[in-house]
T-cell receptor
Framework: AQSVTQPDIHITVSEGASLELRCNYS??????LFWYVQSPGQGLQLLLKYFSGDTLVQGIKGFEAEFKRSQSSFNLRKPSVHWSDAAEYFC???????????FGTGTRLQVFP | GAVVSQHPSWVICKSGTSVKIECRSLDFQATTMFWYRQFPKQSLMLMAT?????????EQGVEKDKFLINHASLTLSTLTVTSAHPEDSSFYICSARGQAGYNSPLHFGNGTRLTVT
């Protein structure tokens, strides 16, 4: 069965600094991978997704992620973080033969001015 | 873009009462809706998948009789927490997909904060 691990529970960065949020997945075949962002008390917004093809995917709000099969990773990056990026970030993988998504435990991002 | 409206955004109820949460797709027909539960500072736990006109498929460990899901139309799914208890207090989020398959975007509601006193 698929699973997703986000090793970092909480990350703090300064505004303007670069950001990388880690995500590791467990799946035998090529996975469907997603990154979502959640602001406090709200639902989730899709940042980007990977299904196949180019392993570097661009998303909204200046985010990108790179699929690395050899490392079973799909890390999220942003070159320069803005204070408005402070939120909870979830990595997710598509489950076998279904429409279900399996979410990681999330990484809370704090941004200091 | 596609919008999923979830109502109410928050609700407080007394122990033993039932609470209904609605999830509506406002500008698309949702063939599939998903209900998640999120504990504080934790991930989303999938509770069930509902398809219009058929019974919901519950995840292992989720009580069907306690969490009643009805997907009566292509734009509305409801989750009823029956005989609520304090341990049911949580953040419930619905999501909807217009078509089957991961190529169809998954749209999330803004969630419902349930507090059972």
């Amino acid at each position: 069965a698929q699973s997703v691990t986000q090793p970092d529970i909480h990350i703090t960065v300064s505004e303007g600094a670069s950001l990388e949020l880690r995500c590791n997945y467990s799946y035998g075949a090529t996975p469907y991978l997603f990154w979502y962002v959640q602001s406090p008390g709200q639902g989730l917004q899709l940042l980007l997704k990977y299904f196949s093809g180019d392993t570097l995917v661009q998303g909204i709000k200046g985010f990108e992620a790179e699929f690395k099969r050899s490392q079973s990773s799909f890390n999220l990056r942003k070159p320069s973080v803005h204070w408005s990026d402070a939120a909870e970030y979830f990595c997710a993988v598509g489950a076998d033969n279904t429409d279900k998504l399996i979410f990681g435990t999330g990484t809370r991002l704090q941004v200091f001015p | 873009g596609a919008v999923v409206s979830q109502h109410p955004s928050w609700v407080i109820c007394k122990s033993g009462t039932s609470v209904k949460i609605e999830c509506r797709s406002l500008d698309f027909q949702a063939t599939t809706m998903f209900w998640y539960r999120q504990f504080p500072k934790q991930s989303l736990m999938l509770m069930a998948t509902s398809n219009e006109g058929s019974k919901a498929t519950y995840e292992q460990g989720v009580e069907k009789d306690k969490f009643l899901i009805n997907h009566a139309s292509l734009t509305l799914s409801t989750l009823t927490v029956t005989s609520a208890h304090p341990e049911d207090s949580s953040f419930y989020i619905c999501s909807a997909r217009g078509q089957a398959g991961y190529n169809s975007p998954l749209h999330f509601g803004n969630g419902t904060r349930l507090t059972v006193t």
